[in-house]
């Protein structure tokens, strides 16, 4: 970019560098804070992965224990409600909106007779109870994770425009204005000083004649 070198123009383009840096720093931080942030999630997704696991394997080992005593459990499966106790909100790092779903805790209620059922049975719908949960925070923390990569990807996409385009054309456009200015100072003042010495060479044989 081309500016004409003048004091005002020099005076913007520092403003507008030192806004440039200003704000590099500002998204460097905030880079830096949400990956750390990721980092954290991260690492908890990967225990919450292991733990679902675990948790999904013990709860189908107990549902084929309880269709082998009983039979199919359709029945007893279809008397159990309707999940309606999540809720969804969200917290805000560093101006990226990240979901809290939460499960209202409530007392495990048993909606089937004892009668003519089994412990395993029992066992299953604790299990499932279980990795419904673990579900829910998992849901959780993978979204929160997605949407953080996202807003990184685009920080980092602004920090390289500041730090590869715009901090090098402003420190490029005040090095050229401010080189400019000198240079037609320097210009100037060279300017005077011949002019004062043709006025001094001048003055000299009028001095000589009033002599």
Do not use: C, W
Request: glycine letters at 2%; aromatic letters at 6%; proline letters at 3%.
């Amino acid at each position: 970019m081309q500016v004409f070198p003048t004091k005002g123009n020099l005076i913007a383009m520092k403003r507008s560098l030192s806004l440039a840096l200003l704000g590099y720093d500002l998204l460097d931080r905030k880079r830096n804070i949400l990956i750390h942030e990721l980092m954290t999630l991260v690492d908890k997704a990967a225990q919450l992965r292991a733990s679902i696991e675990d948790t999904y394997k013990d709860a189908y080992a107990d549902l084929m224990q309880a269709n082998i005593s009983l039979g199919l459990i359709t029945p007893y499966a279809e008397s159990i409600p309707i999940e309606n106790g999540l809720s969804l909100t969200s917290k805000s790092v560093m101006g990226v909106e990240l979901p809290r779903v939460s499960l209202d805790a409530q007392e495990l209620d048993i909606n089937y007779g004892f009668l003519n059922t089994t412990s395993q049975l029992d066992r299953a719908y604790l299990a499932f109870d279980k990795v419904k949960k673990t579900t829910v925070m998992l849901a959780e923390v993978e979204n929160s994770i997605y949407r953080l990569s996202v807003a990184i990807r685009k920080t980092q996409k602004r920090a390289n425009a500041l730090q590869n385009i715009i901090i090098p054309r402003d420190s490029a456009a005040v090095k050229f204005i401010s080189d400019s200015l000198e240079e037609k100072e320097r210009e100037e003042f060279s300017r005077l000083k011949v002019i004062k010495a043709v006025k001094l060479k001048r003055q000299r044989p009028l001095d000589k004649k009033e002599d």
